[in-house]
């Protein structure tokens, strides 16, 4: 699904493009270089190959895949991705070593826990072919990432800016959501005092499209739902976590029923 000049969204829970444990995947074609931010919970590779294809891209022609942060539903699909297409895997460094063994993945104990994985699961390692950290700028193609780690939702989490066709877009990876809702969990790895400390990384940027990690993005005024989330950070009351009023993606029965 075009939402860009050269902004594609492949795979989706929120939009239903692909499987429903799947975050947002975004395709940034650069013209030579074609790259994969987030690849999704790994149940939805067919899905998110065949809308590159409908898309009119080769997936042979796949560059980069790039994970915003180390939890399952970003990094799950990426190796079988990288086996399939050739890419190579890039990660944020401070997030490495759970790629390389996704069973650190903090929150994967409680999703065994809870019982909310598919049968048979097991997760698949995707050692990274490079990494990268704050401050650094990379290049696909004919445009350039410039990478912002914000820590908060967890330690390696990783904000790409971009500019496209005029517009300036973010990823978010899990940082920043529409409305300026933060990914705030009860999990190791998280913390507020980071989110409080970094989040002013993000506050200057003038952003137009903001490009969260899950559910609805936009395509104008993306700043102002940073700001939103800046001023929520400012105060003492608890921000919104996204994940609440979400939590029923991680419902077993809501899972069954979307899986069938
Ligand atoms: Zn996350």
Redesign the pocket.
Known sequence: MRIGEHLYLVGSEQFGLSHPLDCNCYLIDGGSALALVDTGFGLGVDDILANMQADGFDPARLTHILIT?A?Y??FGGAAELRERTGAQIGGPALGADILRDPYLEP?MRYNIKFDRYPPGFEAHACPPDFVFDDGDTFAVGDISLKVIVVQG??KD?TCFLFEDGGKRGLLT??VVFYGGKL?L?NLEGFSMDDYRRDIHKLTDLGVDMLLP?HSVFVLRRGQSHIRRAAHKLGDFVMPETFFETNEFMWERDYLKVMSE
């Open positions: 942060h939890h539903g970003h929150g939702h967890t989490s990876g899990d990914g969990l990690g």
